[in-house]
């Protein structure tokens, strides 16, 4: 079946600096590519979508300029987390689909992001 | 009120019994996923649905599309189930998740 790649898989780094996660569909074109985060102990929320080509959709409340998102081609969304502080420190995990309101989605394996 | 509501938050069963894992949403979807998240956040997705059910292995999946719920069923649990199952449905663009249900199952 479809396979979705993160990496890293587990990042550590200090307050003030920025992290970059990459999410690849590693067999098959993704024209949209969606990112959730998730706190500890609870369910995964949708931060932005990603079209290939175009700017990001970013959920009410989910600061653009500090999680930009990169959708340069078709196997490849970036999440670019900036200035990263204590807060941040979350479960990232993407999801890749082929296009169409009915495609399924493919779940990469998450990326665990602590800010010291 | 949240727009999906999963059934229970907890549960634990012994190993060989039959595992029903409820999901109820409120908005009009065009898909409906069931997904897996095992300790350490990896998740897998085991189902979409628009309509019907669906099984694969001892997993099966239903939906109600008029009454708006889906529902999942292990049967024969094993210990290798416990997991957290997450309900998600997709209307456009837009993805809405339940909080999850937690299952351990003992040998």
């Known amino acids: 079946g479809a396979v979705v790649s993160q990496h890293p898989s587990w990042v550590i780094c200090k307050s003030g600096t920025s992290v970059k996660i990459e999410c690849r569909s590693l067999?098959?074109?993704?024209?949209?590519m969606f990112w959730y985060r998730q706190f500890p102990k609870q369910s995964l929320m949708l931060m932005a979508t990603?079209?290939?080509?175009?700017?990001?959709?970013?959920e009410q409340g989910v600061e653009k300029d500090k999680f930009l998102i990169n959708h340069a081609s078709l196997t490849l969304s970036t999440l670019t987390v900036t200035s990263a502080h204590p807060e941040d420190s979350s479960f990232y995990i993407c999801?890749?689909?082929?296009?169409?309101?009915?495609?399924?989605?493919?779940f990469g394996p998450g990326t665990r992001l602590t800010v010291l | 009120k949240n727009e999906v509501e999963q059934s229970p938050q907890n549960l634990t069963a012994q190993e060989g019994e039959f595992i029903t894992i409820n999901c109820s949403y409120s908005?009009?979807?065009?898909?409906l996923h069931w997904l897996q998240q095992h300790p350490g956040g990896g998740i897998v997705s085991l189902f979409m649905?628009?309509?019907g059910k669906k099984k694969h292995g001892r997993l099966i999946a239903t939906i109600n599309i008029q009454e708006k719920h889906s529902s999942l069923h292990i049967t024969a649990s094993h210990p290798r189930d416990s997991a957290v199952y997450i309900c998600?449905?997709?209307?456009?663009?837009?993805?809405?998740f339940g909080t999850g249900t937690s299952l351990t199952v003992i040998p």
């Open positions: 999801s890749a689909g082929s296009g169409g309101h009915t495609d399924t989605q493919y």
């Open positions: 067999d098959f074109q993704a024209t949209t």
């Open positions: 990603s079209n290939e080509g175009s700017k990001a959709t970013y």
């Open positions: 908005v009009g979807i065009s898909a």
């Open positions: 649905l628009s309509s």
């Open positions: 998600a449905v997709r209307t456009g663009n837009q993805f809405y």
